[in-house]
């Protein structure tokens, strides 16, 4: 049950984001549904093969890379999921920064202890 509660709070920090940036949009409520178990079945997938092969790029930066790995994901997400579009690489970008955030904000208010 407590998947189910993680689906809700991340299809509601996505739609949070979409509200907050013209560049990123949703046609419907179910597409925010559907685009938080791609986005989530994504970054448990492929994040980890990503980051391991540009653990060497990720250290020259700082780990700023790490940030560009998150943009390309969201992008990958916006197009796979119909009825979520992200206009540009820096859409993506600030919203992947401000979907983390929103997130941490969104768990550490609703999550139980």
């Not at 938080?36 to 790029?57: S, T």
């Not at 579009?85 to 920064?97: L, N, Q, R, T, Y």
Request: hydrophobic fraction near 65%; aromatic fraction near 16%.
């Amino acid at each position: 049950m407590r998947w189910l509660w993680h689906w809700v709070l991340s299809a509601v920090s996505l739609l949070i984001v979409a509200w907050l940036f013209d560049a990123i949009w949703f046609d419907s409520v179910g597409s925010a549904f559907v685009a938080a178990i791609v986005l989530g079945l994504v970054n448990a997938i492929l994040r980890p093969i990503l980051q391991l092969l540009a653990l060497p790029v990720t250290v020259l930066t700082l780990g700023l890379f790490a940030l560009v790995i998150n943009a390309l994901l969201f992008i990958l997400t916006s197009k796979l999921v119909p009825g979520f579009h992200v206009e540009s690489f820096f859409s993506a970008f600030f919203g992947s920064i401000v979907l983390a955030i929103v997130s941490s904000i969104m768990y550490g208010l609703f999550e139980k202890k």
